[in-house]
T-cell receptor, first 113, second 113 residues
Framework: DSGVTQTPKHLITATGQRVTLRCSPR?????VYWYQQSLDQGLQFLIQ???????AKGNILERFSAQQFPDLHSELNLSSLELGDSALYFC????????????FGSGTRLTVV | GQQLNQSPQSMFIQEGEDVSMNCTSS?????WLWYKQEPGEGPVLLIA?????ELTSNGRLTAQFGITRKDSFLNISASIPSDVGIYFC?????????????FGKGTKLSVIP
């Protein structure tokens, strides 16, 4: 157990739908990162939050959004889902916003049918 | 987004053999990291390198930060069955958007007992 909790582990949904992925960072970690892992693109950085504020944005589609709440948990919202959004979505956390020693969660496997 | 060129894509080796994999980039990175991912889990940090030319070991693992800052390699000595997994390199670049990591596409390692 890495200490980073992601729910749900698996999600199957239809095209056009909206889903929310949840992440609880490791105790004491203020920074949360979201990554998408697909077979053809590998691990792609989506977005980072630090203590409730957005810090950096990567290859995140406009249909996707995220937030970090006062209790430091984070949610990734994916809307108007397409088949190509099927992937593993990982959350990672670290103590500071420049610490490179990320701890990853076990991921949420999203399947869009 | 840019990805690192990681090779080889996959390896089949005999237990006890040494393994070498590497990552190259056309851009300079300030930090290189190596992660291992096992099925159903998120990537786990193995080694972090912060200075050009740095050589760091973690048990049977040794990694080096290339002096040009554009490459890194990972060696595993005397491989064992539990070394099986996908190994990812990751680089962090200074400047705008410096908090996220850029990942290679991974090297899938299979160890034959």
């Amino acid at each position: 157990d890495s200490g980073v909790t992601q729910t749900p582990k698996h999600l199957i949904t239809a095209t056009g739908q909206r889903v929310t992925l949840r992440c609880s960072p490791r105790s004491g970690d203020l920074s949360v990162y979201w990554y998408q892992q697909s077979l053809d693109q590998g691990l792609q950085f989506l977005i980072q939050y630090y203590n409730g504020e957005e810090r950096a944005k990567g290859n995140i589609l406009e249909r996707f959004s995220a937030q970090q709440f006062p209790d430091l948990h984070s949610e990734l919202n994916l809307s108007s889902l397409e088949l190509g959004d099927s992937a593993l979505y990982f959350c990672a956390s670290s103590v500071s916003d420049t610490n490179y020693g990320y701890t990853f969660g076990s991921g949420t496997r999203l399947t869009v049918v | 987004g840019q990805q690192l060129n990681q090779s080889p894509q996959s390896m089949f080796i005999q237990e006890g053999e040494d393994v070498s994999m590497n990552c190259t980039s056309s851009s300079i990175f300030n930090t290189w990291l190596w992660y291992k991912q096992e099925p159903g889990e998120g990537p786990v940090l193995l080694i972090a390198l912060y200075k050009a030319g740095e050589l760091t070991s973690n048990g049977r693992l040794t990694a080096q930060f290339g002096i040009t800052r554009k490459d890194s390699f990972l060696n595993i000595s005397a491989s064992i069955p539990s070394d099986v997994g996908i190994y990812f390199c990751a680089g962090q670049r200074s400047g705008a958007g410096s908090y996220q990591l850029t990942f290679g596409k991974g090297t899938k390692l299979s160890v034959i007992p």
